[in-house]
């Protein structure tokens, strides 16, 4: 079986381009993109001052639009109704839910004190939904990286993913930590996005070895991430640092943690076992990858899924299955390690492997996935890819 090919850009953008001339009866002037994001290690510690280490993927939210004189927003979607926005009002959180990522976009715009000008707008996608592969973040930070065009001004990057962050927050209602927007507007071609949340400082850290490939196995178990599971999980993480009386996570050694584990208390103590052996794991990983240690990866990624299973109870069943598998074709296998990646509850795992193998090791983690559950996966290649941009 070969791996299913990403689509490429100009196919996504030609797409957009016709359904908005079937839509607007015009050609369109502007494309925008943003990508999903994979992430390698450092789960659920964003929000924890931690590290991360996402990369940008070949997936991509693109819009194609054009002003249209008017004081309103026309956004289409295939298979959604069309929306309008008036852009003469301050944009709140409204229905249909999907356009408050926009809704909270063009907010931020408007609180930096743009008028943003009326414009016609199509969507397209080949980011999976649901699928923990942050389509929230690429349709904001597309959204963000249209406007910029539409106003034609440029944003600095670190504030249009802080801006795109709080339409999350605000418009969405999910406290989520900074790392999608991060590399959805930081992600570069053969390059992880290496977050050291604490300082808001990305550093792109090469990753262009032909010999290594990322698989991404959707399980198809739709994630949720604002029906509660993930706001809980950073009130516990709060609850934590509060009884550990340290100002960071990065203050915290696992040695205050076990000093306090009755007084912590079930599940706190062991969503702080978690977040401290993550942290510790992740700068483990950044060491080793800048070293070109591949292989090192492969313990810090099962232990890493482990605590996230056990310690964090943010992983499923069908997570553990597909890690499972990949960790069962093992290293003999052509597999180096394997773990769920982004915020749980459902979405995806990501595997690193030797490319030589990779669409053997796709194929037996498809086909075993399907006995072990009856769901057919989706399971596809990514390298690192460029952030949010024009084109
Ligand atoms: C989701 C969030 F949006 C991120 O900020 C991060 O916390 C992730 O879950 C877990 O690592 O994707």
Redesign the pocket.
């Known amino acids: 079986m070969a791996l299913p090919l990403n689509p490429p850009l100009a196919d996504l953008a030609s797409d957009a381009s016709t359904a908005f001339r079937e839509a607007f009866g015009s050609e369109p002037t502007l494309h925008a993109a943003a990508p999903g994001r994979v992430?390698l290690i450092g789960?659920?510690?964003?929000?924890c001052d931690g590290f991360?280490m996402p990369f940008a993927i070949e997936r991509y939210i693109v819009f194609a639009a054009r002003a249209n004189g008017t004081p309103e927003a026309h956004i289409g979607s295939t298979g959604q109704d069309l929306v309008t926005l008036d852009l003469s009002k301050r944009k709140e959180p409204g229905i249909p839910k999907w356009a408050n990522y926009i809704r909270g976009v063009i907010r931020g715009f408007q609180d930096r004190g743009h008028h943003i000008p009326g414009f016609d707008a199509w969507i397209v996608s080949s980011v999976p939904l649901g699928a923990?592969l942050?389509s929230s973040a690429a349709l904001e930070c597309a959204a963000a990286t249209l406007l910029e065009g539409l106003l034609d001004t440029v944003m600095e990057t670190k504030e249009k993913a802080l801006l795109a962050q709080k339409a999350e927050h605000d418009f969405a209602g999910?406290p989520?930590?900074?790392?999608?927007q991060f590399a959805s507007a930081f992600g570069q071609a053969n390059r992880l996005v290496l977050i050291d949340c604490q300082s808001g400082e990305p550093e792109l850290v090469p990753f262009e070895n032909p010999d290594l490939t990322v698989l991404i196995a959707n399980t198809m178990v739709h994630h949720e991430?604002s029906d509660g599971g993930?706001a809980a999980r950073r009130k516990n993480t709060e609850d934590g640092l509060a009884i550990l009386g340290k100002p960071s996570w990065r203050d915290v050694e696992m040695s205050d943690v076990e000093a306090k584990w009755d007084e912590l208390g079930e599940p706190v103590n062991r969503r702080a076992r978690h977040v401290v052996s993550e942290i510790a794991r992740t700068i483990g990983a950044a060491k080793s990858l800048k070293q070109n240690d591949f292989e090192a990866l492969g313990p810090l990624m099962a232990a890493s899924h482990d605590s996230l299973r056990d310690d964090f109870e943010v992983s499923c069943k069908e997570l553990d299955i597909m890690v499972e598998i990949a960790r069962s074709i093992g290293r003999s296998g052509g597999v180096i390690g394997a773990r769920m990646t982004?915020?749980g509850f459902g979405g995806s795992t990501v595997t690193l492997c030797e490319s030589g193998r990779a669409s053997e090791i796709a194929e037996t983690m498809a086909a075993e996935y399907e006995k072990a559950t009856g769901i057919k996966p989706e399971i596809f290649a990514s390298r690192p890819s460029r952030g949010a941009h024009l084109f």
Request: charged residues 15%; contains cysteine; proline residues 0%.
């Open positions: 992430n789960e659920h510690i964003d929000y991360v923990g942050s999910v989520c930590g900074i790392m999608d991430l993930y982004g915020g």
